[in-house]
């Protein structure tokens, strides 16, 4: 689980956009091509198969809509 700060979600979504998706993708044992996606710890890295790469990049995108659903609520 991480925690981000606004700022901060909309920088690593800004961040995982411009990433070339050919330079992260890399052959699993089990045959499956899997995106690579390292964070600034370096012991920490995620990984996603292409469907579950375009699924969080959606719900990136939802996040992002409810942020600004609350700012403009808030006032």
């Known amino acids: 689980m991480l925690s981000f700060t606004a700022e901060q979600f909309k920088s690593f979504k800004k961040y995982s956009e411009d990433l070339d998706l050919e330079d992260m993708l890399h052959d699993f044992?089990?045959?499956?091509?899997?995106?690579?996606?390292?964070?600034?710890?370096?012991?920490?890295?995620?990984?996603?198969?292409?469907?579950?790469?375009?699924?969080?990049?959606?719900?990136?995108?939802?996040a992002l809509y409810m942020l600004e659903i609350y700012s403009m609520i808030e006032g």
């Open 29 to 62: 044992p089990d045959m499956c091509e899997r995106i690579i996606l390292r964070t600034p710890h370096r012991d920490i890295s995620f990984t996603f198969t292409l469907g579950e790469w375009y699924y969080f990049k959606e719900a990136m995108d939802e």
